[in-house]
């Protein structure tokens, strides 16, 4: 062998075995050099639906500082001085928002949401988690995405199985009609020790027309919506319950703020018919004996409890942070951080994952023996499109329910004032 070709050849294996050497040494010192921590950011929260301080830092604060440190939430809440309209006229809008879906599309027309479809895209975010009713009550017809919800409103009956006892009659059944209801209610309808005692609260008409997914105002007219039969059934249906003697309200219509007075703190009202009131039932100090049942439903609308309401987090358009944003919002619609609101503090998630439902309540102690399987039988009404100024137009229309549950007005003439007063409104606003 050509020993000047041998000691050649060996010469360049070594040379490229020093340069391996060299580069492995270099991976490795590259490898153990720590991350650059991402910036620390403080994002703000707009509080619009309820929640409390020990519930946010559960909810959001606590699972979004655990998987990204950096990030630190602060919740904003709304008050007399602080409102989403102020902080829109000073340029100091929150960086993620909480409608709910009524709301949406008056914010998206405000130009303050921003379309989070391509920031769920980039993180692959499964939106086939979600019921679909949720995810279409807050797309827009062209699919731009303005939120994504974390919590659902329900329905549920509310019954004092003290005075069922009391009277003898037997307590509520899941998969009532109203007819059903009435009938019930009829019999828990008496004086007694000087006493009146109520059988059925229905707390509001609004409620009442939440299973035919009903508005005050066309989302693509802006005209009144509300001369027609179906909110002709509804105030009616409210005045038949008001009318059993000895069933009337102490004043027409006094809605979902004090509904609860009289079925917690008088505890003379036998079955109220609301919105989810659990934690204010089961914590008030007056130790109300209640269970639930199933929300009552009209013959022609059979199951359906309700219209679809969520909770919703939303980016707002002005937000430096937008994908730290996005971030939060993963970290809340979690499978993880869901469970832990269905298991303490008895939200219902918008997930389809049936471990909600299973484990609902399950570390809140006024919900044990409860029938909270109750608020998940049946379905809702999907959501309507809202017109920004539905909730003008439901201040004219629960003033017109009023003269009309007072015996002031009869129940057509209502409807068409109520119509002409929202047209009129409307009028005058363009």
């Known amino acids: 062998m050509n020993k000047r070709w041998c000691f050649g050849a060996l010469a360049v ?257 036998a079955m109220l018919a609301s919105t989810n009131l659990m934690a204010q039932i089961g914590t008030a100090a007056s130790g109300v004996n209640w269970d639930i049942a199933q929300y009552p439903s009209y013959k022609e609308l059979p199951g359906i409890t309700g219209k679809l309401d969520t909770h919703n987090l939303a980016i707002s358009k002005t937000s430096p942070h937008k994908e730290e944003a996005m971030k939060v919002l993963e970290v809340v619609t979690s499978d993880e951080v869901q469970l832990i609101s269905a298991r303490k503090t008895a939200r219902k998630s918008p997930l389809k994952n049936p471990q909600m439902q299973k484990e609902f309540g399950a570390d809140v102690p006024y919900l044990q023996g409860k029938n909270t399987g109750a608020i998940f039988k049946g379905t809702v009404a999907p959501a309507p499109a809202y017109s920004k100024y539905e909730l003008d137009g439901k201040k004219i229309a629960q003033a017109k329910v009023k003269e009309y549950l007072a015996g002031n007005i009869d129940l057509n003439t209502a409807l068409k004032q109520a119509d002409e007063e929202i047209n009129s409104m409307l009028d005058s606003m363009k």
């Open 13 to 269: 294996l070594a040379m490229m075995a020093s340069a391996g050497c060299a580069k492995g040494a270099n991976d490795a010192k590259t490898a153990e050099e720590p991350a650059k921590p991402a910036e620390p950011v403080t994002l703000t929260v707009l509080q619009q639906a309820e929640i409390s301080d020990e519930d946010f830092q559960l909810l959001f604060a606590d699972p979004v500082k655990k998987k990204y440190p950096n990030i630190t939430l602060k919740l904003v809440r709304t008050d007399k001085g602080v409102t989403l309209d102020n902080l829109i006229a000073s340029g100091e809008v929150p960086d993620i928002l909480t409608p709910p879906n009524a709301d949406i599309l008056g914010l998206s027309q405000k130009d303050i949401l921003y379309d989070m479809a391509p920031l769920v895209k980039a993180s692959n975010l499964d939106l086939s988690r979600f019921d679909p009713l949720t995810i279409q009550a807050v797309q827009s017809d062209k699919g731009e995405l303005w939120g994504l919800p974390y919590a659902m409103q329900f329905n549920a009956l509310y019954y004092n199985k003290d005075l069922f006892d009391k009277f003898g009659v037997s307590y509520p059944k899941d998969g009532m009609t109203w007819d059903d209801a009435i009938e019930l209610g009829k019999k828990l309808t008496r004086a007694e020790d000087g006493v009146q005692y109520r059988g059925l609260d229905p707390v509001s008409s609004y409620i009442l027309s939440f299973p035919f997914a009903l508005t005050f105002v066309d989302s693509k007219t802006e005209r009144a919506s509300i001369n027609n039969e179906q909110w002709k059934k509804v105030w009616e249906l409210t005045h038949t319950i008001l009318s059993i003697p000895g069933n009337a309200l102490p004043k027409p219509e006094p809605g979902a703020a004090t509904e609860g007075n009289f079925f917690i703190k008088d505890k003379n009202v």
